[in-house]
């Protein structure tokens, strides 16, 4: 059924010619191609979970940053609440003491105006008398 003469060697001989050829030309730039593509694509990964792990690490921080700025901000709304609470009792208490001084100043006031009036009224009760005496009694024994 087959013949064993010399073209089988000359087959073995062109194959193997043929896969040296091909692998030299055809499967060497092409493993090559695939390697430099899978170190390319590996590069990209690594670098971009760095990046990724670095954009997490600066979100973080940044997230940091905002939550004391943000109690800063509330510890200074709070004491300048309290600073405002502080002034408002502050002018009150004021408003309320100079109240009482001018409610005192007032009292004071209209206590010798009653004083000066009881004075002036009994000084013309006085002159009264006088005259309703001099009138009943004569001017002679009313002195």
């Known amino acids: 059924m087959f013949d064993f003469d010399a073209t089988l060697p000359f087959m073995a001989l062109q194959f193997l010619l043929l ?3 091909l692998n030299v030309i055809f499967y060497k730039p092409l493993t090559k191609v695939l390697d430099e593509r899978d170190n390319y694509i590996r ?3 690594l670098e971009a979970k760095e990046r990724l792990a ?3 690490r600066l979100a973080q921080e940044y997230e940091q940053q905002l939550a004391e700025a943000r109690r800063q901000s509330q510890a200074t709304l709070e004491a300048a609440q309290a600073e405002a609470k502080k002034i408002t009792a ?3 208490a004021e408003a309320q003491q100079e109240a009482q001084a001018q409610r005192e100043k007032a009292s004071i006031e209209i206590e010798q ?3 000066e009036a009881m004075r002036s009224l009994e000084q013309q009760v006085d002159a009264l008398s006088r005259q309703i005496l001099e009138k009943l009694l ?3 024994l009313a002195r």
Do not use: D, F, V
């Open 19 to 21: 896969a040296a050829l």
């Open 43 to 45: 590069t990209n990964t």
């Open 54 to 56: 670095k954009a997490e």
């Open 90 to 92: 502050q002018k009150i």
């Open 113 to 115: 105006q009653k004083q």
């Open 138 to 140: 004569g001017p002679s």
